[in-house]
């Protein structure tokens, strides 16, 4: 995967996080990536698939670090959106799946919104 640099919003919290460089679309219908915090944090992810005439709703997903240490996030992709995603992939369309990530550490501090994209592999 790519890893973005830290990032330090507030004094004590940093994290990283380590993106895929493609995703599929499994049977378990989810997406992941990992996050790396220096202490205990809640991490709250969107996503939002992108493709030519595809209209899917943003999916949103959470977790949490009870202490410092690295975290595999998943976000589930709905039944129904995973229907028009493989579709527009089988008529060879390209999807890219936008994500937003905002952390927050034990007194509630947030960080700004981190943006990457993944582009879904076809098979």
């Known amino acids: 995967g790519v890893t973005q640099p ?10 990283k996080i380590i993106r895929p460089a493609s995703a599929r679309l499994s049977r378990t219908n989810k997406v992941s990536f990992k996050i790396e915090c220096s202490e205990a944090c809640a991490v709250a992810a969107t996503l939002r698939p992108v493709g030519r005439g595809l209209k899917v709703k943003t999916i949103k997903s959470s977790a949490a670090l009870g202490r410092a240490g690295v975290k595999t996030v998943s976000v589930k992709l709905p039944k129904r959106s995973l229907g028009s995603l493989r579709a527009l992939l089988a ?5 890219s799946l936008k994500f937003s990530v905002v952390v927050k550490d034990k007194a509630g501090a947030s960080s700004s919104p ?5 582009k879904v592999a076809r098979r």
């Open 6 to 15: 830290p990032r330090v919003d507030k004094p004590g919290l940093t994290f």
């Open 91 to 95: 008529r060879g369309g390209g999807i």
């Open 114 to 118: 981190v943006r990457f994209s993944v």
